[in-house]
């Protein structure tokens, strides 16, 4: 099975300044088919998740492009480039190639 | 506009049975892959399965041979059945139509 770690596990940000994820897996998620189907969720307190990032690096329609998705292989990040009050929450890393898993999430706060 | 409703959680004792549903419009339940994720109280996101357009599903070990995805074409809607139902399978239990779009959730608790 594969296993999603992410690091770290608690984020305090400043409002304005950026902050980034690092996501790994056990093994390659590169699909037969050549694609890297590794997706990131935000989830608001008392909010379903919300997709944000698809395939490593495409963001979903809305999501806003202070949101970017980066790697390849096993090693992936999710950069918020100017954090906002809005961005509170916890974010998860997942893989669709085996055929899913999470990661045990990231939680972001203000400080 | 896409809309995904689940329904059917509650109280339930260990070893008994559920039945989620979730009532998809917007799009077409056979034409995409549907799977259901659940989150317990306070923990993070886990897959539970999935079914794909062709019909093939799969299952986390944790409900194998317990649980099964199904879906009914002429009612747009997306099933899992839930037997043999352990204190651990306490979560809100979330419909999905390829990771894109979810549902509210809907809350199941395992307990006697």
């Known amino acids: 099975d594969v296993v999603m770690t992410q690091s770290p596990l608690s984020l305090p940000v400043t409002l304005g300044q950026p902050a980034s994820i690092s996501c790994r897996s056990s093994?390659?998620?590169?699909?037969?088919?050549?694609?890297?189907?590794l997706n990131w969720f935000q989830q608001r307190p008392g909010q379903s998740p919300r997709r944000l990032i698809y395939?490593?690096?495409n963001r979903d329609s809305g999501v806003p492009d202070r949101f970017s998705g980066s790697g390849s292989g096993t090693d992936f990040t999710l950069k918020i480039s100017r954090v906002e009050a809005e961005d509170v929450g916890v974010y998860y890393c997942?893989?669709?190639?085996?055929?899913?898993?999470f990661g045990p999430g990231t939680k972001v706060d203000i400080k | 506009e896409v809309q995904l409703v689940e329904t059917g959680g509650g109280l339930i004792q260990p070893g008994g049975s559920l039945r989620l549903s979730c009532a998809a419009s917007?799009?077409?339940?056979?034409?995409?892959?549907m799977s259901w994720v659940r989150q317990a109280p306070g923990k993070g996101l886990e897959w539970v399965s999935v079914i794909y357009s062709g019909g093939s599903t799969y299952y986390a070990d944790s409900v194998k041979g317990r649980f099964t995805i199904s879906r009914d074409n002429s009612k747009n809607t997306l099933y899992l059945q839930m037997n043999s139902l352990r204190a651990e399978d306490t979560a809100v239990y979330y419909c999905?139509?390829?990771?894109?779009?979810w549902g509210q959730g809907t809350l199941v608790t395992v307990s006697s």
């Open positions: 997942m893989q669709g190639t085996h055929p899913f898993t």
């Open positions: 917007g799009f077409t339940v056979s034409s995409n892959y």
């Open positions: 999905a139509r390829e990771m894109g779009y």
């Open positions: 093994q390659s998620l590169v699909y037969s088919d050549g694609n890297t189907y």
């Open positions: 395939k490593v690096s």
